[in-house]
Protein backbone atom coordinates (compact mmCIF):
# COMPACT_ATOMS: atom_id res chain seq x y z
CA UNK A 1 0.00 0.00 0.00
CA UNK A 2 1.29 3.61 -0.67
CA UNK A 3 -0.26 6.68 0.04
CA UNK A 4 0.91 10.23 -1.66
CA UNK A 5 0.66 13.25 -0.12
CA UNK A 6 1.40 16.76 -1.77
CA UNK A 7 1.72 19.51 0.87
CA UNK A 8 2.36 23.07 0.26
CA UNK A 9 3.90 25.21 2.67
CA UNK A 10 3.83 29.35 2.75
CA UNK A 11 7.54 29.69 2.23
CA UNK A 12 9.27 30.37 -0.82
CA UNK A 13 12.32 32.44 0.36
CA UNK A 14 14.07 30.90 2.82
CA UNK A 15 16.86 28.95 1.34
CA UNK A 16 18.08 27.11 4.46
CA UNK A 17 14.80 25.81 4.79
CA UNK A 18 14.19 23.89 1.35
CA UNK A 19 17.96 22.54 2.15
CA UNK A 20 16.65 21.13 5.16
CA UNK A 21 13.39 19.70 3.67
CA UNK A 22 15.62 17.70 0.70
CA UNK A 23 18.11 16.68 3.08
CA UNK A 24 15.04 15.14 5.37
CA UNK A 25 13.26 13.59 2.28
CA UNK A 26 16.68 12.30 1.10
CA UNK A 27 16.90 9.82 3.75
CA UNK A 28 13.63 8.44 3.93
CA UNK A 29 11.99 5.08 2.94
CA UNK A 30 10.05 7.39 0.38
CA UNK A 31 9.75 8.04 -3.04
CA UNK A 32 10.01 11.62 -3.57
CA UNK A 33 8.13 13.39 -6.54
CA UNK A 34 8.27 16.77 -6.07
CA UNK A 35 10.06 19.71 -4.38
CA UNK A 36 10.28 23.12 -5.41
CA UNK A 37 9.39 26.60 -3.76
CA UNK A 38 8.81 29.62 -5.43
CA UNK A 39 9.80 33.13 -4.87
CA UNK A 40 6.95 35.15 -6.03
CA UNK A 41 4.40 32.53 -5.25
CA UNK A 42 6.08 32.36 -1.38
CA UNK A 43 5.29 28.71 -1.33
CA UNK A 44 7.13 25.37 -1.55
CA UNK A 45 5.21 21.85 -2.78
CA UNK A 46 6.57 18.97 -1.69
CA UNK A 47 5.35 15.60 -3.12
CA UNK A 48 6.24 12.33 -1.98
CA UNK A 49 4.79 8.49 -1.38
CA UNK A 50 5.41 5.90 0.69
CA UNK A 51 3.94 3.43 3.42
CA UNK A 52 1.32 5.44 5.19
CA UNK A 53 3.00 5.70 8.41
CA UNK A 54 6.52 7.12 7.32
CA UNK A 55 4.22 9.70 5.02
CA UNK A 56 2.27 10.74 8.26
CA UNK A 57 5.52 10.88 10.15
CA UNK A 58 7.24 12.66 7.86
CA UNK A 59 5.22 15.31 7.35
CA UNK A 60 5.21 15.74 11.08
CA UNK A 61 8.64 16.37 10.74
CA UNK A 62 8.64 19.07 7.95
CA UNK A 63 5.89 20.82 9.85
CA UNK A 64 8.47 20.67 12.71
CA UNK A 65 11.36 22.28 11.10
CA UNK A 66 9.04 24.42 9.37
CA UNK A 67 6.67 26.16 12.29
CA UNK A 68 10.14 26.71 13.90
CA UNK A 69 10.72 29.46 10.85
CA UNK A 70 7.59 30.59 9.33
CA UNK A 71 5.37 33.85 10.35
CA UNK A 72 2.47 34.28 8.40
CA UNK A 73 2.48 38.04 9.98
CA UNK A 74 5.47 38.56 8.07
CA UNK A 75 4.40 36.84 4.97
CA UNK A 76 4.28 38.31 1.28
CA UNK A 77 3.34 36.81 -1.39
CA UNK A 78 1.11 36.28 -4.47
CA UNK A 79 -0.46 32.92 -3.69
CA UNK A 80 -3.31 33.39 -0.90
CA UNK A 81 -2.59 31.19 2.11
CA UNK A 82 -4.36 30.43 5.68
CA UNK A 83 -1.83 28.72 6.98
CA UNK A 84 1.89 27.72 7.27
CA UNK A 85 1.18 24.01 6.27
CA UNK A 86 -1.33 25.86 3.94
CA UNK A 87 -2.94 22.20 2.40
CA UNK A 88 -1.89 18.49 3.09
CA UNK A 89 -4.13 16.64 0.86
CA UNK A 90 -3.60 12.93 0.54
CA UNK A 91 -4.16 10.24 -2.40
CA UNK A 92 -4.38 6.55 -2.44
CA UNK A 93 -2.03 5.22 -5.08
CA UNK A 94 -3.07 1.81 -7.00
CA UNK A 95 -3.31 -1.17 -5.43
CA UNK A 96 -4.98 -0.10 -2.02
CA UNK A 97 -8.05 -3.27 -1.73
CA UNK A 98 -11.32 -1.36 -1.69
CA UNK A 99 -13.71 0.31 1.51
CA UNK A 100 -12.35 -1.11 4.08
CA UNK A 101 -8.37 0.11 3.82
CA UNK A 102 -10.29 3.44 2.25
CA UNK A 103 -11.90 3.42 5.58
CA UNK A 104 -8.72 2.77 7.68
CA UNK A 105 -6.68 4.89 6.16
CA UNK A 106 -9.62 7.93 6.28
CA UNK A 107 -8.94 7.14 10.45
CA UNK A 108 -5.30 7.50 9.97
CA UNK A 109 -5.69 10.48 8.41
CA UNK A 110 -8.21 11.90 10.93
CA UNK A 111 -5.05 11.06 13.30
CA UNK A 112 -2.96 12.58 11.79
CA UNK A 113 -4.89 15.52 11.90
CA UNK A 114 -5.32 15.39 15.35
CA UNK A 115 -1.78 14.68 16.05
CA UNK A 116 -0.53 17.85 14.34
CA UNK A 117 -3.92 20.28 15.67
CA UNK A 118 -2.83 19.10 19.59
CA UNK A 119 1.28 19.09 19.01
CA UNK A 120 0.98 22.86 17.70
CA UNK A 121 -1.88 24.28 19.46
CA UNK A 122 -3.27 24.70 15.73
CA UNK A 123 -6.73 24.38 14.26
CA UNK A 124 -6.91 21.97 11.54
CA UNK A 125 -9.86 21.25 9.09
CA UNK A 126 -11.21 18.28 7.28
CA UNK A 127 -11.60 18.39 3.56
CA UNK A 128 -12.65 16.61 0.47
CA UNK A 129 -13.16 12.81 0.97
CA UNK A 130 -12.56 13.05 4.90
CA UNK A 131 -14.75 16.07 4.93
CA UNK A 132 -17.84 15.44 7.93
CA UNK A 133 -20.53 17.80 6.14
CA UNK A 134 -19.31 20.24 8.15
CA UNK A 135 -17.20 22.57 6.16
CA UNK A 136 -18.53 23.02 2.58
CA UNK A 137 -19.44 26.66 3.01
CA UNK A 138 -16.73 27.28 5.48
CA UNK A 139 -13.60 26.21 3.79
CA UNK A 140 -14.06 28.73 0.84
CA UNK A 141 -14.81 31.72 3.03
CA UNK A 142 -11.87 30.78 5.31
CA UNK A 143 -9.63 30.57 2.10
CA UNK A 144 -11.32 34.62 0.64
CA UNK A 145 -10.18 36.71 3.48
CA UNK A 146 -6.93 34.46 4.07
CA UNK A 147 -4.78 34.51 7.00
CA UNK A 148 -5.77 38.15 8.11
CA UNK A 149 -9.35 37.12 7.81
CA UNK A 150 -8.95 34.14 10.17
CA UNK A 151 -7.17 36.64 13.07
CA UNK A 152 -9.80 37.27 16.38
CA UNK A 153 -12.39 35.11 14.56
CA UNK A 154 -14.47 32.14 16.10
CA UNK A 155 -13.81 29.15 13.84
CA UNK A 156 -15.18 25.35 13.87
CA UNK A 157 -12.09 23.51 13.11
CA UNK A 158 -12.35 19.41 13.17
CA UNK A 159 -9.23 19.16 15.65
CA UNK A 160 -7.38 21.98 18.17
CA UNK A 161 -8.56 25.48 19.15
CA UNK A 162 -11.00 27.34 18.13
CA UNK A 163 -9.26 30.41 17.26
CA UNK A 164 -6.11 30.92 14.47
CA UNK A 165 -2.56 29.84 15.40
CA UNK A 166 -1.36 33.77 15.61
CA UNK A 167 1.81 32.40 13.45
CA UNK A 168 0.79 29.84 11.79
CA UNK A 169 -2.74 30.27 10.84
CA UNK A 170 -4.80 26.90 10.25
CA UNK A 171 -4.04 24.01 8.50
CA UNK A 172 -6.26 21.82 5.84
CA UNK A 173 -5.87 18.38 5.48
CA UNK A 174 -7.68 15.00 3.79
CA UNK A 175 -8.23 12.39 1.03
CA UNK A 176 -9.02 13.45 -1.99
CA UNK A 177 -8.88 11.87 -5.53
CA UNK A 178 -5.88 12.73 -7.78
CA UNK A 179 -5.33 16.22 -9.68
CA UNK A 180 -2.96 17.74 -12.09
CA UNK A 181 -1.88 21.11 -10.78
CA UNK A 182 0.12 23.59 -13.69
CA UNK A 183 0.85 26.95 -14.57
CA UNK A 184 1.03 28.97 -17.62
CA UNK A 185 3.16 31.75 -18.00
CA UNK A 186 2.15 34.78 -20.06
CA UNK A 187 4.28 37.56 -21.45
CA UNK A 188 2.94 40.44 -19.73
CA UNK A 189 3.91 43.27 -17.32
CA UNK A 190 0.59 42.93 -14.43
CA UNK A 191 -1.49 40.22 -13.88
CA UNK A 192 -4.84 41.44 -15.71
CA UNK A 193 -4.79 39.28 -18.84
CA UNK A 194 -3.89 36.44 -16.82
CA UNK A 195 -6.95 37.83 -14.37
CA UNK A 196 -9.06 37.58 -17.21
CA UNK A 197 -8.69 33.91 -18.84
CA UNK A 198 -8.83 32.91 -14.98
CA UNK A 199 -12.21 34.15 -14.82
CA UNK A 200 -13.28 33.44 -17.99
CA UNK A 201 -12.73 29.70 -17.20
CA UNK A 202 -14.10 29.88 -13.91
CA UNK A 203 -17.37 31.24 -15.67
CA UNK A 204 -17.60 28.88 -18.22
CA UNK A 205 -16.78 26.08 -15.68
CA UNK A 206 -19.88 27.25 -13.69
CA UNK A 207 -22.25 27.40 -16.90
CA UNK A 208 -21.22 23.62 -17.57
CA UNK A 209 -19.12 24.02 -20.57
CA UNK A 210 -17.59 20.80 -20.81
CA UNK A 211 -14.31 21.58 -22.18
CA UNK A 212 -13.63 23.31 -18.46
CA UNK A 213 -15.17 20.95 -15.96
CA UNK A 214 -13.30 20.39 -12.40
CA UNK A 215 -10.22 23.18 -13.86
CA UNK A 216 -10.06 25.72 -11.41
CA UNK A 217 -8.10 28.95 -12.03
CA UNK A 218 -6.35 31.98 -10.50
CA UNK A 219 -3.87 34.62 -12.44
CA UNK A 220 -1.23 36.32 -10.80
CA UNK A 221 1.73 38.96 -11.89
CA UNK A 222 5.13 36.85 -11.04
CA UNK A 223 7.38 40.23 -10.14
CA UNK A 224 10.79 38.20 -10.46
CA UNK A 225 9.80 36.22 -12.75
CA UNK A 226 8.61 39.53 -14.82
CA UNK A 227 5.94 37.26 -16.71
CA UNK A 228 2.24 37.10 -15.59
CA UNK A 229 0.95 33.67 -14.71
CA UNK A 230 -2.33 31.52 -15.00
CA UNK A 231 -2.28 28.71 -12.24
CA UNK A 232 -4.52 25.99 -12.58
CA UNK A 233 -6.05 22.63 -10.56
CA UNK A 234 -7.23 20.17 -12.90
CA UNK A 235 -9.44 18.14 -10.71
CA UNK A 236 -11.18 15.81 -13.00
CA UNK A 237 -8.18 14.71 -15.33
CA UNK A 238 -9.93 12.08 -16.92
CA UNK A 239 -12.52 14.54 -18.18
CA UNK A 240 -9.76 17.88 -18.97
CA UNK A 241 -7.18 16.71 -20.66
CA UNK A 242 -3.82 19.27 -19.68
CA UNK A 243 -2.70 20.20 -23.40
CA UNK A 244 -6.13 21.15 -24.35
CA UNK A 245 -6.50 23.37 -21.49
CA UNK A 246 -2.83 25.23 -22.36
CA UNK A 247 -3.67 25.54 -25.85
CA UNK A 248 -7.05 27.40 -24.75
CA UNK A 249 -5.14 29.52 -22.72
CA UNK A 250 -1.92 30.40 -25.11
CA UNK A 251 -4.81 31.08 -27.96
CA UNK A 252 -7.21 33.63 -26.03
CA UNK A 253 -3.38 35.21 -24.26
CA UNK A 254 -3.03 36.06 -28.23
CA UNK A 255 -6.31 37.38 -28.57
CA UNK A 256 -5.92 39.36 -25.50
CA UNK A 257 -2.54 41.04 -27.07
CA UNK A 258 0.16 38.78 -25.48
CA UNK A 259 1.27 35.37 -25.38
CA UNK A 260 2.28 32.19 -23.71
CA UNK A 261 5.80 31.86 -23.15
CA UNK A 262 6.31 28.48 -21.00
CA UNK A 263 4.49 26.20 -18.91
CA UNK A 264 4.97 23.93 -16.06
CA UNK A 265 3.67 21.07 -14.19
CA UNK A 266 3.18 21.31 -10.27
CA UNK A 267 3.79 18.29 -8.44
CA UNK A 268 2.88 14.92 -10.16
CA UNK A 269 1.40 13.20 -13.13
CA UNK A 270 -0.21 9.65 -13.84
CA UNK A 271 1.22 7.65 -16.85
CA UNK A 272 -2.13 7.67 -18.19
CA UNK A 273 -2.24 11.49 -18.41
CA UNK A 274 1.04 11.64 -20.29
CA UNK A 275 -0.58 11.09 -24.01
CA UNK A 276 -2.46 14.33 -22.97
CA UNK A 277 0.15 16.23 -21.57
CA UNK A 278 2.84 16.52 -24.28
CA UNK A 279 2.67 20.18 -23.80
CA UNK A 280 4.63 20.12 -20.22
CA UNK A 281 8.22 19.23 -19.32
CA UNK A 282 7.80 16.49 -16.64
CA UNK A 283 10.65 15.04 -14.92
CA UNK A 284 10.10 11.07 -14.85
CA UNK A 285 9.78 11.47 -10.52
CA UNK A 286 6.77 13.17 -11.45
CA UNK A 287 4.97 10.26 -12.31
CA UNK A 288 3.04 7.76 -10.18
CA UNK A 289 1.74 4.91 -10.49
CA UNK A 290 1.77 3.00 -7.51
CA UNK A 291 4.16 0.57 -7.87
CA UNK A 292 7.53 1.81 -6.49
CA UNK A 293 9.99 0.43 -4.82
CA UNK A 294 10.66 1.39 -0.92
CA UNK A 295 14.43 2.75 -2.14
CA UNK A 296 14.25 6.79 -1.73
CA UNK A 297 15.40 8.93 -4.68
Request: glycine fraction near 10%.
Amino acid sequence: MRLLTVPNWSFGRDVGLSRLFAETLEFRPLRVHYLKSDVDHNRAVTAFSGHPDVVFETVLTLAEFAFDRIDLNRHVGVHPRIGALDVCPFVALPGWNGPPETGRLLSEIEAFGDTLAHRYHLPVFLYEKSERGRHEADLPSLRKGGFGGLLDRDLRPDFGPTRAHPRLGVTVVGLREFLIALNVNLQGTDARVAQQIAREIRTARSEGDLRFVGVRALGFYLSTAEVAQVSMNLTLPDLTAVDAIVEWVGKRAFELGTRAVGNELIGVIRSRDLPHAESLEINPHQIVDGAFGDAPV
